[in-house]
């Protein structure tokens, strides 16, 4: 529903402008997959599946890009790569370690949220996503790397 919404505004003001299938990608959740032969519950907490040829995306955070990715089914880490760039710091740190000031420094290429209620997600309070995405070239290849322009939070 919302991102139909986000497309069908998008075409209003954008003649012309088209859209690529959406691409599903769950994390946190248990699914029955079919690996070595055998039934497992495969439970992916903070993963998404990377199946050979799954497209993915592996998002940085408010201030950075995010990554389109395709799985390569990697058999050792049972078909998984990682949800994000991952957290340096949790919520709490966060909160008590910035203000709304630095979530707007840190976020002044970005159209979005920079008041206080959203500090706990300011982008110092994540990982670096590119290193994120070097340390899992096993898992995933790249498709395509995206720089965030708005960044809508609920
Ligand atoms: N592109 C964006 N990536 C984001 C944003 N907020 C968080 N993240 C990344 O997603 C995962 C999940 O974050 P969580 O804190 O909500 O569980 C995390 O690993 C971050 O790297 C965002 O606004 N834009
Ligand atoms: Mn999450």
Same mark, same amino acid.
């Given at each position: 529903?919302m991102?139909?919404?986000i497309?069908?505004?998008?075409?209003?003001?954008i003649?012309?402008?088209?859209?690529?299938?959406?691409?599903?990608?769950?994390?946190?959740?248990?699914?029955?997959?079919?690996?070595?032969?055998?039934?497992?519950?495969?439970? +992916?907490?903070?993963?998404?599946r990377?199946?050979?040829?799954?497209?993915g995306v592996?998002?940085?955070?408010?201030?950075t890009?995010?990554?389109?990715? +395709?799985?390569?089914?990697?058999?050792q880490?049972y078909?998984?790569?990682?949800?994000?760039?991952g957290? /340096?710091?949790?919520?709490?740190?966060? /909160?008590?370690?910035?203000?709304?000031?630095?979530?707007?420094?840190?976020t002044?290429?970005?159209?979005? /949220?920079?008041e206080?209620?959203?500090?706990d997600?300011?982008?110092a309070?994540y990982k670096?996503?590119d290193?994120?995405?070097?340390?899992?070239?096993?898992?995933?290849e790249?498709?395509?790397?995206?720089?965030?322009?708005?960044?809508?939070?609920?």
């Amino acid at each position: 529903m919302m991102l139909q919404g986000i497309c069908d505004e998008l075409a209003h003001r954008i003649p012309g402008i088209g859209f690529d299938a959406p691409i599903p990608c769950h994390h946190n959740y248990v699914a029955v997959e079919n690996q070595d032969g055998l039934e497992w519950m495969v439970t +992916r907490k903070g993963a998404i599946r990377a199946g050979a040829g799954d497209l993915g995306v592996i998002p940085g955070s408010m201030g950075t890009g995010s990554y389109i990715v +395709r799985g390569l089914g990697d058999e050792q880490s049972y078909a998984c790569a990682s949800h994000g760039a991952g957290r /340096r710091m949790s919520r709490n740190a966060a /909160r008590r370690r910035f203000t709304a000031a630095d979530l707007a420094e840190q976020t002044s290429s970005v159209e979005c /949220r920079k008041e206080e209620g959203v500090v706990d997600e300011i982008p110092a309070a994540y990982k670096d996503i590119d290193d994120g995405i070097r340390a899992q070239t096993d898992l995933v290849e790249v498709v395509a790397r995206l720089q965030t322009l708005p960044c809508i939070k609920g």
